[in-house]
Each structure stands twice: as structure tokens, then as C-alpha cells.
């Protein structure tokens, strides 16, 4: 069972788990074919189905939101818990009956499950025609070739050097104001619980370059607000082959700031062994990088973080919170929290409780512990907390969650916020649907004013819930 609170433009957009991509911008061009993609997981995965476009779009693909006109269908999937794989598999058996009556669809699995499943999906199941993992979605034109003449096509070779920084992402179902830009891909950290190291491979950081190009583009066609996107993305360091110019996270933070005050700087996943001062001085000096921070917990307990391999004490984290809110008081932190791990008593259990109360998170992402085959929590350590209990202290986390999310709502009540207005709000087209730097999603009426999506106000918060705030604009940001 996975679930939160709320979805703040946040890693896992679960409301978003299975959505089927259309091209956001209009795309004049005449396809002969058409492909669905529907994306699971991480944002990393939803980014990546835009990549995967990006490469179709030149074979001759278009995109379509309807399965029955598509000549290939590709399910883009996640691994990081049980339950994930499960909700594929359930989709991969319709489409396989689908098939029935439309033999010439293809079939092809991408992502995570991929490359943890490999030739199993294609021999034992018979259920895909391609199985593709997240290094290898250029050979996606030579796979449908092959699979087109009637021969199955496999490629989950991982990669040292893959960031696919020349390929331009087709923007699907964007709202056009914020978009999702990849860093780096993979992963170095060894998370005991987690299968990413095995199914996103070695951690690469993209060229710079490549980075400030696309947040640049993004810019000129009317975008305001990129997400930096990567598993660790504080660990981000890329250096040219000569070593002239070395850029950190921070750095890089720096550079896309730079591009123009009027585009809004987030990034997630930081880990927070890895966040360092310079990371929050820049965040602070520039008021384009928004006020937020995603630093998962994973549990409260020094022992249970110790057999995680997160390699942070719980004052150690603490410090780092102190840190945090000693730079910049009015940073958002949020985090993730996995109950039931291998071992955890009731104690260590409590300590996870007390760490949300202390974090006073806006919001958290919680879990109860999925065993992952392979990973080496699986190979180590027996899974011997029983589903009930795992999901008793599941229930207790998300109370002491909601409990902060609200009173940290609450407490918005009175106070002005400059918010970029990315669409309409989801009950009605006479309100407005926007987030403040803290990554808060607050709703509030057109009123008169000739705005559009893209454009700054400062709203007066006048009511709450624990996800949304409601609020009237005050003044129009030039
Ligand atoms: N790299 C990011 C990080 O370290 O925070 C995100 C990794 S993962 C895509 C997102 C979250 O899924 C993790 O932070 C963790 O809370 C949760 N997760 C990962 N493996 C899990 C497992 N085996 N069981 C339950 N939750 C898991
Ligand atoms: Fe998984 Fe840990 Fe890497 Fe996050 S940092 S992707 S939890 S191994």
C-alpha cells in the first residue's frame, strides 16, 4: 500500500499513475502511425515517456490518447514497490486481450520492470512484443523494426553514459507554464530497500550545457517554472573532458536561476547526506529558486536508518533540518517515510513518529515496506514485520502527517503569497490554480483581471484545508 497526502508538483504524481500522453504543444505534422504511452512511477519515468515521443515523433509516430487507433502501445513502468508492478501487469493482460482482435498492435514495456524483468515479460508471459529498459530507448526504432517483422526485441543494457542530452523532450499534457527537466539518471547510493541502482543503473550527470539550452528553450516558448529532475540530484557534478569547467549542484542551481528572474528554479530528490551549505546559500541569494525542499527521512530510528544504508544518524538529519530553516526560515520541507522496514519495533517506530513532528512537514509521501527482489535489504535481512503491523504504523505515520499539513495550512491564513498561475482550478474555470515558493497550491477567483497561465499575483490567503489554500488576489506582479 503506498499513499499521501497531497501532490505538489511532487516526484510521484499517483493521481497521474497510468495517465495516457498527448502532445501538449500542436503538432502540424501527418503520422502515419500512431503510438499510446501510458507512465508509472516517478517523475523521472513521466520525463523520460517524453523522450521516448521525442524519438517516435522522428519514426513517423504521432501520439494519441486513445488505445484503439494506436499501432504501438507502450506501458512505461515502475519497480519501486510491489504494488506497482502489480497495477502493470493488470494493464498488460487487457492489452494482451485487446490484441486478440488487433494482432498487428505492438506491445512494448519500458522502464524499471523492464529492466528488472528482462526476457521474462517476452518468454515465460508472452505478454509484450518489446521489452526496453531506461538506457536503450534509442534502439526503439530498430526493436519496432524488428518486432514489426514478427521477431521479438529485447535491449536493457545499462549504460555509464546515457543522459539523452541532445534529444529535445516532446512536452505531453503539460499545462505549458512547468515542465520536468532530467539532470542526471540513475543512481550511486545503495538504498538497501531499493531496486533504482539495479533498474536505472550508475549514476551520470548530464552536460551543463545541454541543461541550460533546454530550461532557455522552455523559457522562450512561455514556460515559467522547470523542475530539476534526478535520484540525487545534489549529487550532481559534471566536468568537461579537459576538467576547465566543473559544475556542481549548486552551480547549476546558479546558471538556470541566471537564465531570467521570471522562471521558477524546483528540483527534487535531494538526499540529505548530500545537500550541502552551497546548495542553500544559492537557493537563498536567488528569489527564483523556490523556498522547498524534498529531503526524505525514510525512518526516524539511527539503527533502522543504519540498516538502510542511508548512511545519517537521526541528529544528523536533525541538524540538517536546523540547518535548512537557520538559512531560510521560510523553506517548505517534505519528506518520504517507510514503515514496517526489517526489524523495526515499536520503538524505532515511535522515533519515526516523533522525526514528523519535529520536521513539521508540509507533506509526506508514505509507505509501508515492500520487499524488492535483489535489493540488498531482500538479500540480507528477513522481511519480518508482519503486513498488519507494517500497515497499523503506516496509519499512525499518515496521522501525524495530516495533523502537520493541516495546522501548517492553517497557518497560511492572513498571509500574502506571490503565486505563478500554471491552469485552472480543477472545480471551476472561474478560479485560478497556482503555487506559491513553497510548492503550496492555492486556488483563488479571476475576479476582473485580464490574467493569463504564466503571469505572477501576490494572493491574501483566507481559508485552508490540509492540501489547498483559498485566497483573493491583492496586486499583479509586472
Ligand atoms: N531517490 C529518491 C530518494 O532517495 O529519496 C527517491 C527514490 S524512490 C523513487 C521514492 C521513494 O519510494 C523513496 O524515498 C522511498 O520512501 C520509497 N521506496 C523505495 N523503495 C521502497 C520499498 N522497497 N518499499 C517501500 N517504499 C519504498
Ligand atoms: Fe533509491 Fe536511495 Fe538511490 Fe533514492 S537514493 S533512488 S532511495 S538507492
New binding site residues.
Partial sequence: M?TMLELQGK??HEERQGEAYAPFELDSNEYKKKFYIESY??SMNFNDSEIVASILNKEGFGATKFMEEANLVLLNTCS??DKAEQTVRNRLNIFRSFKKERPDMLIGVLGCMAERLKGKLLEEEKLVDMVIGPDAYRSLPNLIAEAEGGQKGVNVLLSREETYSDIAPVRLDSNGVSAFVSIMRG?N?M?T????PFTRGRERSRDAKSIIAEAQDLFDRGYKEVTLLG??VDSYYYTTHDSEEEVTFAKLLEMVAQIDPKLRVRFS?S?PKDITDDVLFTMAKYHNICKAIHL?V?SGSTRILQLMNRTYTREWYMKKVERIREIMPECAITS???TGFCTETEEDHQYTLDMINFGKYDLS?M??????PG?LAQRRYADDVPEEVKKRRLTEVIDVQRAWSAKNYEQEIGKTFEVLIEADSRRSDKDWSGRNTQGKVIVFPKGDYNLQKGDYVLVKVNKATSGTLMGEIVEVVG
Fill in positions: 503506498s516526484v510521484i512511477g516517478c519501486i514497490r543512481c547510493n538504498c530497500f531499493c531496486v533504482v535520484q540525487n530528490t538526499h526524505p525514510q518520504d517515510i517507510i509521501y509507505y509501508s515496506y515492500s520487499e524488492r535489493t
